[in-house]
C-alpha cells in the first residue's frame, strides 16, 4: 500500500511540473458557469482546463475546454487587437491623451488640495516652534501635540507623492505602434514571454459550459515600457 500511495504522489508531482511547463493561462481562467477558478489537467491523452469546483466537490456541473484551444483564442484576441496595420495611431493617441487630460486635471485639482492643507500644517508647527522659543505656558502641551502634527504631515507628503506618480502620460502615435509591434514580437516568444503579455493585458478569461470563451481585458498597459523592453531583451 505504501509503495502505491508513493507512486501516486509522483504521478500527481510529475503532473504538477508538467502543467507549469504548458499552462499559459494558469491563473487568468475560471469557469464563467460557477465563477471558480480553472487549472490545467495534463495527462497522456488529453490537455485541458477544468473547473476547480467540478474537480473538487463534484457538485457542479462539468465544465472544461482544451488548453490548445483556450490558449489559441486568447493569443488570437490579444494579436487582432494589437496588429500594427489594422490601428489608426494617430486617432487612438487622440483619444487615450484626451482622458489623461481629464485624469490629469482630477488629480492636479486633489493635490492642490493637498498642498494647501500641508501648507496650514506647515504653518502650525512653525507656530508651535515659535510658541517653544518663546517659552509659553503651554509649552509642554505644544511638545506633545508636535509629533502627531509632523505625522499628519509625513501622511499628506505621501499622498501628494502617490498622486503625482498617477498623472498619466502623453503618449505619441510612433509609441504606441512601437508598443503593439514589442506585443506582437512577445506573442512569438516562448512561453514566458507569452504569459507575460496576458498578464499585462488580460484580467481574466471565462470559459462557460456552452463552449462561449470570453475575454475580460486588463485596465489598459499604462506605464509598462520597462516591462516590454526587459521582456524583448530575453
Not at 493561462?25 to 482546463?49: E, P, Q, V, W
Amino acid at each position: 500500500m505504501f509503495e502505491e500511495v508513493q507512486k501516486c504522489l509522483q504521478t500527481k508531482q510529475k503532473l504538477v511540473l508538467n502543467d507549469k511547463r504548458i499552462s499559459l493561462l494558469s491563473g487568468f481562467i475560471y469557469c464563467g458557469d460557477c465563477g471558480s477558478k480553472m487549472y490545467a489537467n495534463a495527462s497522456a491523452r488529453t490537455h485541458t482546463y477544468v473547473c476547480g469546483r467540478y474537480g473538487s466537490y463534484r457538485d457542479v456541473v462539468y465544465t472544461g475546454v482544451g488548453m490548445r484551444k483556450a490558449n489559441r483564442f486568447v493569443l488570437g484576441y490579444i494579436r487582432e487587437r494589437h496588429m500594427p496595420e489594422k490601428r489608426d495611431y494617430k486617432a487612438l493617441a487622440e483619444r487615450i491623451n484626451a482622458e489623461a487630460y481629464e485624469r490629469n486635471k482630477l488629480i492636479e485639482a486633489r493635490i492642490q488640495s493637498l498642498g494647501a492643507e500641508m501648507d496650514k500644517l506647515k504653518q502650525r508647527l512653525e507656530n508651535a516652534k515659535n510658541a517653544i522659543l518663546d517659552n509659553t505656558p503651554l509649552k509642554d502641551e505644544i511638545l506633545e501635540d508636535i509629533p502627531a502634527l509632523r505625522q499628519q504631515k509625513s501622511e499628506l507628503q505621501e499622498k501628494i507623492e502617490r498622486l503625482k506618480q498617477q498623472r498619466s502620460k502623453i503618449v505619441s502615435a510612433e509609441y504606441l505602434r512601437k508598443r503593439d509591434m514589442r506585443i506582437i514580437q512577445g506573442l512569438e516568444g516562448n512561453l514566458e514571454a507569452k504569459r507575460k503579455i496576458v498578464r499585462l493585458l488580460i484580467k481574466r478569461v471565462l470559459v462557460y459550459r456552452s463552449g462561449y470563451i470570453e475575454v475580460v481585458p486588463g485596465k489598459g498597459l499604462g506605464n509598462i515600457e520597462e516591462s516590454f523592453t526587459e521582456l524583448v531583451q530575453k
